[in-house]
């Protein structure tokens, strides 16, 4: 998937090894890579949250605390006990 740098950086290229990037620069990502928030898809569309980020700020909006490396099972356990309160 390609992404626009939007300021000049220095990020993890694909290979992993930090590279100097420009604004304006393309790079193409893998589907799974973890890509700085500054870099814009080069299609326009916004990237899905994944699950896990989607239960966190369902936790969130419920109140409850979010554990910092808690599985989704974990998350989805915890979101049925605060519905139930």
């Known amino acids: 998937m390609k992404y626009i740098c939007k300021k000049d950086c220095y990020v ?37 949250p994944d699950e ?3 239960l966190k700020s369902q936790l969130k909006e419920l109140g409850e605390s979010v554990p910092a490396n808690a599985s989704v099972a974990t998350l ?4 049925k006990e605060a519905q139930e309160k």
């Open 12 to 48: 993890k290229n694909p290979q992993g090894i930090f590279q100097l990037f420009k604004a304006g620069d393309v790079v193409d990502y893998s589907d799974k890579a973890d890509v700085c928030e500054h870099f814009k898809r080069a299609d326009g569309k916004r990237d899905e």
């Open 52 to 54: 896990k980020e989607k």
């Open 76 to 79: 989805r356990k915890k979101i």
